[in-house]
């Protein structure tokens, strides 16, 4: 019984406050998250980063090997994708692959994971979370775009933190408090304005092909989380971070692919890129409370 009361307080945060943007997106279909956008991108992310990677207690040793699993996970997202998508004979495999390839890990998996595991787990999840940004400033408008372009990295303040970050977590300095508490702040915040806005988007984002992106949907939450068992298999992983791990494998394609996409690729292809993040996030909500339970019962 104890375990149905822990993935009952776990869940209930993160779809509650999803809940809370759904409801004030369709009160308000007008209402404008520019600001969260903004603040999210520019200063709650990368206080997140900073916090969870230098004040939760996990190694750089940690971090190297998780970042490099959930790099193999990556590989793996991508040929599924392009298995999915050739089948499903799309004329644009290139520019609808990142929502194969980049799930929600920072939206939902790190909130979950922080419920789920405490600080701890919350380390590891920013671990998994600060790759996939580096992926989606790298490789998303890569494929997106089909051309590389430094400037956005450049120009991410995310990309910094993660540096920051790393520099602090191999050379073991402690972060100073008045920064540790300020990104502390920081960070919750973020987490609820990126939660309430994703209820947000789902009330704008149209499904326009419903069969096709139930099926890729299927590649993103039922195969993700296999993916991520058959990578705990092979590497012979346990604890926490194993179910960390499994975890944000899990999640739905990110939102941050259809802003990218919205930027960088034609009109079709972002409705296609909309339409797989509103199918699959919805199909989360079902999938997401069984990867958990498997993980809290199996993974501690």
Not at 7 to 22: D, Q, S
Request: with cysteine.
């Amino acid at each position: 019984m104890d375990i149905y009361i822990k993935l009952f307080e776990v869940l209930f945060p993160v779809f509650f406050v999803v809940g809370i943007g759904y409801y004030l997106g369709k009160n308000n279909p007008k209402i404008d998250t520019t600001f969260i956008t903004n603040f999210a991108a520019n200063i709650g992310t990368p206080a997140m980063i900073i916090y969870a990677l230098t004040s939760t207690g996990i190694s750089f040793e940690i971090f190297k090997n998780y970042f490099w699993y959930y790099l193999v996970a990556i590989i793996i997202f991508a040929f599924i994708g392009i298995i999915f998508l050739f089948f499903l004979k799309t004329k644009d495999i290139i520019r609808e692959l990142p929502p194969f390839v980049m799930p929600n890990t920072g939206n939902m998996g790190l909130p979950i994971c922080l419920f789920a595991y405490g600080s701890q787990g919350l380390g590891v999840a920013a671990a998994i979370s600060a790759l996939i940004i580096l992926c989606h400033f790298t490789l998303g408008v890569f494929l997106a775009d089909r051309k590389f372009n430094v400037n956005v990295i450049l120009k991410n303040p995310p990309f910094y933190a993660i540096i920051i970050s790393l520099i602090f977590l191999y050379l073991k300095i402690q972060l100073p408090t008045f920064v540790e508490n300020t990104t502390f702040l920081l960070m919750y915040a973020t987490i609820f304005l990126i939660l309430m806005s994703l209820g947000i988007a789902l009330t704008r984002f149209k499904v326009f092909s419903f069969k096709k992106a139930l099926i890729s949907s299927f590649g993103r939450v039922i195969l993700g989380p296999i993916v991520g068992f058959l990578i705990i298999k092979y590497f012979d992983l346990s604890g926490f971070a194993a179910g960390v791990l499994l975890i944000q494998c899990s999640m739905p394609s990110a939102v941050l692919n259809y802003l990218v996409a919205s930027i960088y690729s034609p009109k079709k292809i972002v409705d296609t890129v909309a339409s797989m993040i509103v199918v699959s996030t919805i199909m989360s909500f079902a999938t997401i409370p069984l990867v958990l339970f498997f993980a809290l019962k199996y993974l501690n």
